[in-house]
Nanobody
């Protein structure tokens, strides 16, 4: 059974930083892409960042480019999202997803809440 568990969310002031983790089990993590998505209250879920299985290529939404960094450690079966210069509009539940292909999202975690105060 595939499980993705996000952690690292919390309350932070604007301008601060958080690092989210996504621990994976039950799948061949090193062959899976990892994506981060977020959903703010009353809004649709949106793409944040993605990293290929090898970690060689990353993709970012324009809204987070230059502030967020996605990475992974295949030896630890864990993906990360480093979030710097946080803004109140980054407040959302953040989800990680693993995919069998670069742009697929076959498995989802339950999410972790990030709240950025002004």
């Amino acid at each position: 059974q595939v499980q993705l568990a996000e952690s690292g969310g919390g309350l932070v002031q604007a301008g601060g930083s958080l690092r989210l983790s996504c621990a994976a089990s039950g799948l061949t993590f090193s062959s899976s892409s990892v994506g981060w998505f977020r959903q703010a209250p009353g809004k649709a879920r949106e793409f944040v960042a993605r990293i290929t299985s090898s970690g060689s290529t990353t993709y970012y939404a324009d809204s987070v480019k230059g502030r967020f960094t996605i990475s992974r450690d295949n030896a630890k079966n864990t993906g990360y999202l480093q979030m710097d210069s946080l803004k109140p509009e980054d407040t959302a539940v953040y989800y990680c997803a693993a995919g069998l292909f670069t742009y697929s999202t076959d498995y989802w975690g339950k999410g972790t809440l990030v709240t950025v105060s002004s």
